[in-house]
């Protein structure tokens, strides 16, 4: 039976499927320890190139992470996105042990779960806390922002790039908004942090933005490494 073409247009699917995997290790982990957690898996599993997000022959992958490596509450945290999460679902029994330097730590427990979730445009704003630092700057919006006088213009230049940030998740993730994101960054401070050995200016504190994000993904730049992860606060009275 054919379709009629005055039916209604497919409904919009938006959801991401996610896994978080959370290895208990012999001693609490330090925020910045992460990337190593990452370098020792993407070696571990070199043949999987969304543990390292590199090609084959070590070009890199530009698109929104999909696994990360974090640091919460002092234990490590992988948080698989879409193809991550069926990556991490078939590796996590064999995550038994990781390195820190010269530092061998033996996993003592891993505890897994995987859901989905809707990622859209709401029609009010959600409280959103950066976990670890936001790094929302290039060097290029570096001297920009550097160069902005007045506080408020420099609240309104993060939202505006953290809007851009959601807007490059979706893209990547094949999420489509079909109405306009709003930000309010006006309770973030800055703070120096340090990316490959090099100080950075990185963002912590609370915001809000009309989207319906997933806990424990990252934002901004260097996501996989741990940057960048928010979590929603319960709501405000």
Same mark, same amino acid.
């Given at each position: 039976?054919?379709?009629?073409?005055?039916?209604?247009?497919?409904?919009?699917?938006?959801?991401?499927?996610?896994?978080?995997?959370?290895?208990?290790?012999?001693?609490?982990?330090?925020?910045?320890?992460?990337?190593?957690?990452?370098?020792?898996?993407?070696?571990?599993?070199?043949?999987?190139?969304?543990?390292?997000?590199?090609?084959?022959?070590?070009?890199?992958?530009?698109?929104?992470?999909?696994?990360?490596?974090?640091?919460?509450?002092?234990?490590?945290?992988?948080?698989?996105?879409?193809?991550?999460?069926?990556?991490?679902?078939?590796?996590?029994?064999?995550?038994?042990?990781?390195?820190?330097?010269?530092?061998?730590?033996?996993?003592?427990?891993?505890?897994?779960?995987?859901?989905?979730?809707?990622?859209?445009?709401?029609?009010?704003?959600?409280?959103?806390?950066?976990?670890?630092?936001? @790094?929302? +700057?290039?060097?290029?919006?570096? *001297?920009? $922002?550097?160069? &902005?006088?007045?506080? #408020?213009?420099? =609240?309104?230049?993060?939202?505006?790039?953290?809007?851009?940030?959601?807007?490059?998740?979706?893209?990547?993730?094949?999420?489509?908004?079909?109405?306009?994101?709003?930000?309010?960054?006006?309770?973030?401070?800055?703070?120096?942090?340090?990316?490959?050995?090099?100080?950075?200016?990185?963002?912590?504190?609370?915001?809000?933005?009309?989207?319906?994000?997933?806990?424990? @993904?990252? +934002?901004?730049?260097?996501?996989? *490494?741990? $940057?960048?992860? &928010?979590?929603?606060? #319960?709501?405000? =009275?």
């Amino acid at each position: 039976m054919l379709q009629s073409i005055h039916e209604h247009p497919p409904q919009i699917d938006n959801r991401i499927s996610i896994a978080e995997c959370r290895l208990r290790l012999p001693r609490p982990l330090r925020m910045g320890e992460a990337p190593a957690i990452r370098g020792y898996f993407g070696r571990k599993f070199e043949d999987e190139v969304f543990m390292h997000n590199h090609e084959p022959d070590g070009a890199p992958i530009y698109q929104y992470p999909r696994v990360q490596f974090k640091v919460i509450d002092s234990m490590a945290l992988m948080v698989g996105i879409n193809e991550g999460s069926e990556l991490l679902q078939r590796l996590w029994f064999n995550l038994d042990e990781t390195r820190i330097g010269d530092e061998r730590l033996i996993v003592l427990e891993t505890q897994f779960e995987s859901h989905s979730r809707s990622v859209e445009v709401t029609a009010e704003p959600i409280t959103f806390r950066f976990a670890t630092p936001w @790094i929302a +700057l290039n060097q290029q919006n570096h *001297r920009d $922002f550097t160069g &902005i006088q007045h506080s #408020a213009e420099r =609240k309104a230049e993060l939202a505006r790039i953290l809007v851009g940030n959601c807007l490059s998740l979706g893209k990547s993730l094949g999420i489509r908004f079909t109405d306009r994101i709003i930000a309010d960054c006006s309770r973030l401070a800055a703070m120096q942090t340090t990316l490959k050995g090099r100080s950075m200016l990185g963002f912590f504190g609370v915001f809000t933005i009309n989207v319906s994000l997933p806990n424990y @993904i990252g +934002l901004g730049k260097s996501v996989s *490494r741990g $940057f960048g992860t &928010i979590c929603q606060l #319960a709501t405000e =009275k």
